[in-house]
């Protein structure tokens, strides 16, 4: 009986370890999708939303021109609120 037992451990060993794949794999997705709802290509260049201080890859981010500079930011969102900001 001590063989059956042995190899009960191990299996709950092994599905603890998937379990603790998923999550962490789980958790990665989430942070990927936050800021960056498609997957971003390696090498891009970055550029930092001066509202939440995020980078955000330039293809993907959203331009405003403030005062002669060209802003980038992660979303429409951002961008208001740092205009907002800024006129006040
Ligand atoms: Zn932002």
Redesign the pocket.
Known sequence: MYFLRFLIFIISIYLLYKLFKAIRQLKLAKIKNYHFPSSTASGEDLVE?P??H?YIPLSQAYRKEISGNTQY???KR?CDKYESEKNM
């Open positions: 939303d509202a939440c995020t930011f992660c979303s951002c």
